[in-house]
């Protein structure tokens, strides 16, 4: 009985998703004939109201067992019950279920039969998921799957390249679940130094370590009843893969230096810029903690792939961008410069249009105008010249770092000259106009030469 979720391509060439589900009939006891659905990734049982199956039995205990979703399969786990939990007539703490076996629950039966639900997966008809937009088939497609997914308590990893905008689908993943209420916290497993990684995630005593001068709560503490972002996992150091793998399955953990057990109702979603599946390939990620993470993987394309999306986007950024300078102008994008920004690869994607777009706005209202154009754009930008000087020729014997850089300073030393000359040299003027410190104006027209 596996528990792991497929997709694939149905008629049409629609996305389908196989949602494979344990449906649980109870045989005996007062509540005999009733039917629970797991829908989670952890299902409890017990006599607490505070259960998904609630069994009201004196024979059976306030936390009695759980059911865990799992790459392999459904795993039935004993929480420490009084009567104890029994599999087909064997007790057991922990075992994978198979259809039809009969779990016994203090002096309660309850039979295990598959559901598998297919689901097939329409393009959202909509261009935006929570903060996310776009218009291409490949990101409608996807919003479609989050429009359905994100309600559950799936365990989602996003895929794709830095800039794509992972961190924004996974809050919008939030915004739309019955956890929005709830915290959402971030790790970026990159950012952390390796040895303060398992009090980032874990939290510590205090004393446990040099430093530890005082008791401090981890990210999983931090999200209780929320949901943990995980982002950039693959940086994850390997001693520590099988430590998070362990709370993902139990839902519990001791802080660095501690002794008591802590448990937790979170909810996953990692991400990542590596192919994890070659990092497992490779050694270099734990295969079960893959599959662990994987029950939705999602692969967020890059930029370059997806241009129709890129006038939306920039329209987006831009009004988000007039919305952080109070009182100013609403801004709107030439033919021209939307057909450069379509020209460009955009190697940084979405965070380097959103860049790109800010510091153009900033020009464009340094010189009193509303609409942003070919002349406010970096003039490293592909498709875009300024003026009738003609750009600086591609160097085969440079890098991409040192081309960018090359074309950066180009522009930087046009927009220093233009900007000096529309204010006949006066320093003063010309970064009151800029919104520039005059000391940092001065720096560049001395950089470049220019008096």
């Not at 953990?253 to 937790?264: C, L, M, N, T």
Request: glycine share 10%; with cysteine.
């Amino acid at each position: 009985m596996t528990g792991t979720r497929a997709f694939g391509r149905g008629e049409g060439g629609r996305q389908v998703l196989e949602l494979p589900r344990c449906k649980l009939v109870v045989l005996s006891g007062d509540q005999r004939g009733e039917e629970a659905l797991m829908a989670g990734e952890v299902y409890r049982i017990g006599k607490s109201a505070k259960n998904d199956l609630v069994l009201d039995d004196e024979t059976v205990s306030r936390a009695h067992c759980e059911i865990l979703r799992e790459a392999r399969g459904f795993l039935l786990r004993d929480l420490g019950s009084t009567n104890g939990t029994l599999l087909d007539g064997a007790e057991i703490r922990e075992a994978y279920l198979k259809p039809g076996a009969v779990i016994t629950v203090g002096e309660v039966e309850l039979k295990v039969r598959p559901h598998a639900e297919r689901i097939e997966v329409l393009p959202s008809e909509s261009e935006r998921f929570g903060l996310a937009f776009g218009r291409s088939l490949v990101m409608r497609e996807i919003f479609g799957l989050l429009e359905r997914l994100a309600p559950t308590d799936a365990t989602m990893l996003l895929g794709g390249e830095t800039g794509t905008g992972k961190d924004v689908l996974a809050r919008s993943i939030h915004a739309a679940s019955p956890r929005a209420d709830k915290p959402f916290i971030v790790v970026d497993c990159g950012a952390v130094v390796g040895t303060l990684i398992a009090s980032e995630l874990f939290g510590h005593e205090r004393g446990a370590f040099t430093g530890a001068n005082a008791r401090r709560e981890g990210a999983f503490e931090l999200a209780d009843g929320g949901t943990l972002f995980l982002d950039e996992v693959g940086e994850l150091p390997l001693d520590l893969q099988p430590k998070l793998l362990r709370v993902l399955e139990e839902r519990r953990f001791r802080r660095v230096g501690g002794s008591r057990e802590i448990r937790v109702d979170v909810r996953i979603i990692a991400a990542s810029k590596r192919n994890l599946e070659m990092e497992v390939a490779r050694g270099k990620f734990r295969e079960d903690l893959f599959f662990r993470l994987a029950v939705v993987p999602v692969t967020v394309p890059p930029l370059r792939e997806r241009l129709d999306d890129v006038p939306l986007l920039a329209e987006t950024l831009l009004a988000a961008f007039v919305q952080k300078q109070m009182g100013r102008p609403s801004l709107k994008l030439s033919e021209e410069a939307s057909a450069g920004l379509r020209a460009h690869d955009w190697p940084g994607n979405v965070r380097e249009l959103r860049n790109v777009l800010e510091r153009a706005g900033y020009m464009t209202l340094a010189m009193g105008q509303t609409e942003v154009g070919v002349a406010h754009l970096p003039a490293g930008l592909a498709g875009v010249s300024m003026g009738s000087t003609s750009l600086p020729t591609f160097d085969p014997a440079l890098s991409y770092r040192e081309t960018k850089t090359r074309f950066e300073e180009d522009f930087e030393s046009r927009y220093v000259r233009w900007l000096l000359e529309r204010h006949e040299g006066n320093v003063s003027a010309a970064a009151r106009a800029a919104d520039m410190d005059r000391k940092y104006l001065s720096k560049l027209a001395k950089k470049h030469g220019l008096r």
